[in-house]
């Protein structure tokens, strides 16, 4: 049986940039040209985060969701910049995204992630640079901080998959680190963030504990 990890990963393929295309495709200018500029310093930085999201049309990779980051890495495989590990693009079909019960899976892992973001504001770096660098939203900036109230265990759990980003985020703001560890006890791996918030505000004893945490 595949573990969510290996799931998510399989929803991956690969293809060079000739193979993928946009509806309208048009010149760049401008703001636009600023934004993808941006995501180009980005990509050639940090690698890509997120997978671009297609469809197939007449043997080509239609961009439904990507089209800045596709424009940044054929601006990069011009100047002769394009990082190796983009050679061949990540993509999924749209198809298989819809009949995943996950998110879209990011490309760099959650430890990665974590250790990049939190590491970039200790460096004195603001919300709105971090963002800019790695090209995130400001939201998701700021959620990855929030991280860093998980204990060490439930942290660990985040980097290895045990529990998705909701997950973590939703245990993060339960104070106290043995609270933590005694709400995720009581609930397990696969409760949902509404689960969380009621046994944040109607916590309940438990006599039983369903599982173990990895050490």
């Known amino acids: 049986m595949l573990s969510m990890k290996e799931a998510a990963m399989s929803l991956f393929k690969t293809a060079p940039v000739d193979m993928f295309t946009t509806l309208r495709p048009r010149p760049l200018a401008g703001r636009e040209l600023s934004e993808i500029k941006a995501v180009q310093a980005s990509i050639a930085r940090f690698g890509l985060l997120s997978p671009i999201i297609v469809t197939r049309n007449h043997g080509k990779l239609t961009i439904v969701d990507g089209r800045k980051r596709l424009a940044a890495i054929r601006r990069l495989d011009f100047m002769g910049l394009l990082p190796r590990s983009l050679v061949n693009i990540p993509f999924i079909e749209l198809s298989e995204l819809k009949d995943s019960a996950d998110q879209t899976p990011a490309l760099m892992s959650n430890r990665d992630l974590y250790n990049t973001v939190i590491g970039m504001f200790r460096q004195n770096q603001d919300v709105d640079a971090i963002a800019a660098d790695l090209y995130l939203c400001h939201k998701s900036v700021r959620q990855v901080l929030t991280l860093s109230r998980l204990s060490p265990r439930l ?11 909701s997950r973590a985020k939703s245990y993060a703001a339960i104070a106290g680190h043995v609270a933590q560890e005694e709400a995720f006890m009581a609930l397990g791996p696969f409760a949902t963030e509404q689960n969380i918030m009621d046994h944040i505000h109607n916590p309940e004893p438990h006599f039983d504990v369903p599982m173990r945490m990895a050490a």
């Open 155 to 165: 942290r660990k759990a985040f980097f290895n998959r045990t529990i998705d980003f």
